[in-house]
């Protein structure tokens, strides 16, 4: 098995690899490191390497956060005899809190484990492993980037505040396998493979990551006290009870469709996709993954 460890190439990144480099000495195994050079890099390096190397066993293992995971495994959707690993050096990997709990930060102990086979979203010609949403989530994920990049401390949570001032009603339809679940108002909406989004909340409980189905988790338009009373729930996965069922649809489907009046963007594992029409399908069993051993 030959092991390529993807790391984001980004300067401020350097520590990743000094790291990596401290796990890999001493090992005997054949590996390669691969930095990137920016966004996408890690989807086209993966594709372009499987082109060229069709019956080589190889296992891609992203070395970051949810951005570099997904990069990966939209790179090797559908490969038979290519796998991906992870490990957890990013600010979040929400995908991860789905998988049996194990040391993602060892090399030791992914070289010892076990695969399993995960299923994927694919939203129009893109790919989340984790989660996709939109609505206040997706200007939440929007502000979030825009206040990492200018350095503030705990960006998601800043996302949080500033998208309460102006996007609780958003004009956006989703159609569930043709049962439509809204008119043409949400507060936000979560498709969901993983459970987790955002590090910390709990949006999809009953999400598992290869029953070949997608959790829906649509919340209707409310007023803000309303959802400070909720949103408590809401992060500890409290929400499914029957007492939020006129506030939060919770179900499962295997497509769905989302349609704007208005360019809105959908975030894939914390990427930001630009349009106003969206298909989103769940393709089984589509990514091998490789678990650290216990």
């Known amino acids: 098995m030959h092991y390529i ?4 190439g980004r300067r401020d990144y350097a520590h ?8 890999l000495d001493g090992l005997n195994f054949q590996y390669t490191i691969y930095e990137t050079t920016g966004v996408g890099d890690a989807t086209r390096y993966t594709r372009i390497y499987c082109d ?3 019956d080589e066993e190889v296992c891609f293992v992203a070395c970051g956060g949810s951005g570099t995971t997904n990069e990966v495994a939209s790179g090797i ?3 038979t005899n290519k796998s991906m690993a992870a490990l957890a050096y990013g600010a979040t990997n929400d995908l991860l809190k789905s998988l049996p709990e194990r040391n993602f930060l060892s090399v030791r102990q992914l070289l010892k484990g076990e695969e399993v086979v995960l299923d994927i979203l694919k939203v129009n010609d893109n790919y989340a492993l984790n989660v996709c949403n939109f609505g206040f989530d997706s200007i939440v994920a929007y502000e979030a980037n825009y206040q990492s990049e200018k350095g503030v401390a705990n960006p998601y949570q800043r996302g949080i505040l500033l998208a309460l001032l102006g996007a609780r009603f958003n004009r956006i339809r989703v159609v569930a396998d ?3 679940l809204n008119k043409w108002m949400l507060f936000s909406c979560i498709l969901a493979n993983g459970r987790y989004v955002g590090g910390q909340y709990l949006c999809a409980p009953k999400a598992e990551l290869s029953d070949g189905l997608i959790d829906i988790c649509l919340i209707r338009t409310m007023s803000l006290l309303s959802f400070i009373r909720t949103y408590p729930y809401y992060q500890r996965g409290e929400h499914v009870q029957p007492r939020f069922s006129k506030k939060i649809y919770y179900g499962q489907a295997r497509h769905v469709e989302v349609h704007s ?4 963007y959908m975030v894939l594992d914390g990427e930001l996709l630009p349009g106003s ?3 989103i399908d769940i393709i089984p069993k589509a990514v091998r993954f490789r678990l650290p051993a216990e």
């Open 277 to 279: 029409d969206f298909t």
């Open 5 to 8: 460890f993807i790391i984001n």
């Open 261 to 264: 009046r208005n360019m809105i």
């Open 52 to 54: 060229l190397h069709r």
């Open 16 to 23: 990743i690899t000094e790291d990596l480099k401290a796990q």
């Open 178 to 180: 043709g049962k439509p």
């Open 77 to 79: 959707v559908g490969e």
